[in-house]
């Protein structure tokens, strides 16, 4: 199990308690009719501290998933290096025999000019 998955599941199980604890709110109301303010008042703080607890590890994960995909990029490019490297090394060589047959030309057209 990774720890992305571990994480929802911990969120899942908070939401659950969360909602739980509400409805045992809203049961004891109907069931002693008399309104039960502070098993009530306790759940919705419950519910507003666990919905910012959810985005901030909502955004944790995120990032830490963002992160592991551009180290992974990075690391695709460095193993790529020395494949362009071989494609460089071939256009420089490409690169100093067009110039070496360049400058025989000049040479040539030189020597036939004087």
């Excluded at 899942?12 to 809203?26: E, F, N, Q």
């Excluded at 703080?45 to 992974?72: F, G, H, S």
Aim: charged fraction near 20%.
């Amino acid at each position: 199990m990774t720890a992305t998955s571990r994480i929802k599941y911990f969120l899942a199980a908070l939401w659950v308690a969360a909602i739980v604890l509400l409805l045992g709110g809203r049961i004891g109301y109907e069931v002693t009719g008399s309104p039960v303010f502070g098993y009530i008042s306790m759940a919705y703080i419950t519910i507003v501290n666990l919905t910012v607890v959810t985005l901030v590890i909502i955004i944790v994960v995120r990032l830490k998933e963002w992160i592991e995909n551009q180290v992974a990029a990075i690391a695709e490019r460095k193993a790529a290096v020395p494949e362009h490297e071989a494609g460089l090394r071939a256009l420089r060589q490409s690169v100093e025999r067009l110039e070496a047959r360049v400058s025989e030309i000049e040479d040539a057209r030189n020597k036939t000019a004087k």
